[in-house]
């Protein structure tokens, strides 16, 4: 299991911001994150539909961050690129599970657990810049 392109681009370009702590426009962030500026463009999109960049127009334009960074986790972050996390897809909650029923899944519970450890750690990582 990994995380996807799109999911590491979108942590290098929050880092970004954090780091700086200022107001970038697209080609700035694309030349110190090395993510090209369409799917910088792409990625800032979602992230500022979610609440987490604002985006502002025209002269003095570009993307900062709408959060203290120490308030933005890396699983909120992940989960706006990717969705919930999940370890299964027998944890969506739109899924019907095909196992008959005198057969139990020990493994719906287990995944469950593993995802929630998962969730709790993503959670704890804030993108506060180190000192």
Known sequence: MKINLETDYAVRI??????????LDANAISEKTGVTQRFSLKILRKLATQGLVKSYKGVGGGYE???PPEQITLLQVMEIIEGPLVISRCQQSDYKCD?????????HHLFN?????????????TFEPKK
Do not use: I, W, Y
């Open 14 to 23: 929050v880092q970004c911001l954090a780091d700086t702590g200022k107001r």
């Open 65 to 67: 961050l709408a959060l």
């Open 99 to 107: 196992h008959p029923n005198d057969c139990s899944c020990h493994f």
């Open 113 to 125: 657990e593993v995802a929630a450890d998962m969730q709790k750690k993503f959670s704890s990582v």
